[in-house]
């Protein structure tokens, strides 16, 4: 037993039951160098966790001596990919006393969950019991996606019009305390959409770079092609000279082992030939205004109630990051967009000429995950 570990976990009861809450104890700890679970820094769900799940170290029966096995299961989200988990029915649960290893005397636990229960703390509804809740609508336009400049935490909602860095305020890590209207995010985002991304000069040159680069590869394309080719008639040549040899009465093993060598060189050859792809056709000079005239039925599709919804999700889809940099007082605003998703939306399916196909673009700019790809700047709107 590690006894400076388990002096922290009596130590978070005893605050917990002397009337302090989670998030009180979670930016003490953090303010003090205590290192929390697996040594990352304390949070308020660290702390008060999940009752059901037996998540969080208000929750832990290990600390009272009980193992608790199959109290989950894990399976993966068909949607999503990623593994998440369920929990299981409480009769499939299996228990083991334990008693070497608790650290928590019985009373102060029950104590503890005398507290709970009067607080009635309900954590966030289980994602086994009502699967829509993990594909549920954002509430907000760009919720999920505004990070802090300083720390890289998330800016939630702090009342009902303010969005504020949940690091500063939950854990007290972070020193940024600087909050933004929600309402004037929004319109400075959606105002970055139009005005500088795929601004007209800056697409030209983009357009550019990008078409040299695509003919660079054509051109080490087509020299891989042809050389496969040439190699490929060589090995046949070859194989015919040695069939030759064989009717001749030449050393049998030598010649099956060149054979041999060759047909497998010849099968290699053969299955890049067979899977080498066309160079990806280029930008269409036009997409800059097409996609400006996109975003603007988009935006007017964002006042109706019939088509916000989708409106909404299009947007999201342009932006991959909003960080909220302090400068002087106020927050800059860092607008990231998905470039690939961007050029994809400003092609469109209808139209032939122009790249629609996102592959194209994962393949040639691998870092294009910001719009700081070739010919662009990220964008810094200040407030």
């Given at each position: 037993?590690?006894?400076?570990?388990?002096?922290?976990?009596?130590?978070?009861?005893?605050?917990?039951?002397?009337?302090?809450?989670?998030?009180?104890?979670?930016?003490t700890l953090?303010?003090?160098g205590?290192?929390?679970?697996?040594?990352?820094?304390?949070?308020?769900?660290?702390?008060h966790?999940n009752?059901?799940?037996?998540?969080?170290i208000?929750?832990?029966?290990?600390y009272?001596?009980?193992?608790?096995?199959?109290?989950?299961?894990?399976?993966?989200?068909?949607?999503t990919?990623?593994?998440?988990s369920?929990?299981?029915?409480?009769?499939?649960?299996?228990?083991?006393?334990v008693p070497e290893?608790?650290i928590?005397?019985?009373?102060?636990?029950?104590?503890?969950?005398?507290?709970?229960?009067g607080?009635?703390?309900?954590?966030?509804?289980?994602?086994?019991?009502?699967?829509?809740?993990?594909?549920?609508?954002?509430k907000?336009?760009?919720?999920?996606?505004?990070?802090?400049?300083?720390?890289?935490?998330?800016?939630t909602?702090?009342?009902?019009?303010?969005?504020?860095?949940?690091?500063?305020?939950?854990?007290?890590?972070?020193d940024n305390?600087?909050n933004?209207?929600r309402?004037?995010?929004?319109?400075?985002?959606?105002?970055g959409?139009?005005?500088?991304?795929m601004?007209?000069?800056?697409f030209?040159?983009?357009?550019?770079?990008f078409?040299?680069e695509?003919?660079r590869?054509?051109?080490e394309?087509?020299t891989?092609?042809?050389?496969?080719?040439?190699?490929?008639?060589?090995?046949?040549?070859?194989?015919?000279?040695?069939?030759?040899?064989?009717?001749?009465?030449?050393?049998?093993?030598?010649?099956v082992?060149?054979?041999?060598?060759?047909?497998?060189?010849?099968?290699?050859?053969t299955?890049?030939?067979?899977?080498?792809?066309e160079?990806?056709?280029?930008?269409?000079?036009?997409?800059?205004?097409?996609?400006?005239?996109?975003?603007?039925?988009?935006?007017?599709?964002?006042?109706?109630?019939?088509?916000?919804a989708?409106?909404?999700?299009?947007?999201?889809?342009?932006?991959?990051?909003?960080?909220?940099?302090?400068?002087?007082?106020?927050?800059?605003?860092?607008?990231?967009?998905?470039?690939?998703a961007?050029?994809?939306?400003?092609?469109?399916?209808?139209?032939?000429d122009?790249?629609?196909?996102?592959?194209?673009?994962?393949?040639?700019?691998?870092?294009?995950?910001?719009?700081?790809?070739?010919?662009?700047?990220?964008m810094t709107?200040r407030l």
């Open positions: 037993m590690n006894q400076a570990e388990a002096d922290v976990v009596r130590r978070v009861f005893a605050d917990y039951l002397a009337g302090q809450s989670s998030r009180t104890i979670a930016m953090n303010r003090e205590v290192s929390g679970p697996q040594g990352s820094e304390w949070g308020p769900s660290t702390i966790g009752p059901k799940r037996g998540i969080g208000l929750n832990n029966e290990l009272v001596g009980k193992l608790v096995w199959n109290r989950l299961r894990y399976i993966k989200d068909p949607d990919g990623k593994r998440v369920r929990l299981n029915p409480e009769s499939e649960w299996v228990l083991q006393d290893l608790r928590v005397e019985q009373e102060v636990w029950e104590a503890t969950k005398e507290r709970q229960r607080l009635a703390y309900v954590p966030p509804s289980e994602t086994g019991e009502n699967t829509l809740n993990a594909r549920r609508r954002p907000h336009l760009f919720a999920g996606l505004v990070r802090c400049g300083c720390c890289g935490g998330g800016y909602m702090i009342s009902k019009d303010l969005l504020g860095c949940a690091t500063a305020r939950n854990k007290g890590t972070c305390r600087l933004i209207r309402d004037a995010l929004e319109k400075s985002i959606l105002t959409l139009n005005t500088h991304l601004a007209p000069d800056l030209k040159e983009f357009c550019q770079e078409t040299r695509v003919n590869r054509r051109i394309r087509s891989d092609l042809e050389s496969w080719r040439s190699e490929s008639q060589r090995i046949e040549h070859e194989l015919q000279k040695l069939l030759t040899a064989i009717k001749t009465g030449g050393p049998i093993e030598a010649i082992s060149d054979m041999k060598r060759l047909e497998g060189r010849k099968a290699e050859l299955e890049l030939l067979a899977n080498a792809q160079p990806p056709p280029l930008l269409h000079p036009n997409m800059a205004e097409v996609y400006h005239q996109k975003i603007a039925a988009l935006y007017r599709d964002l006042q109706s109630e019939e088509t916000k989708q409106a909404a999700e299009t947007f999201r889809s342009l932006v991959s990051r909003v960080d909220l940099v302090p400068e002087g007082g106020t927050l800059a605003i860092l607008l990231r967009g998905d470039l690939a961007i050029l994809r939306f400003a092609a469109g399916k209808k139209n032939p122009v790249l629609s196909e996102v592959g194209v673009l994962d393949d040639l700019l691998s870092q294009a995950s910001v719009v700081a790809g070739i010919g662009f700047e990220p709107f």
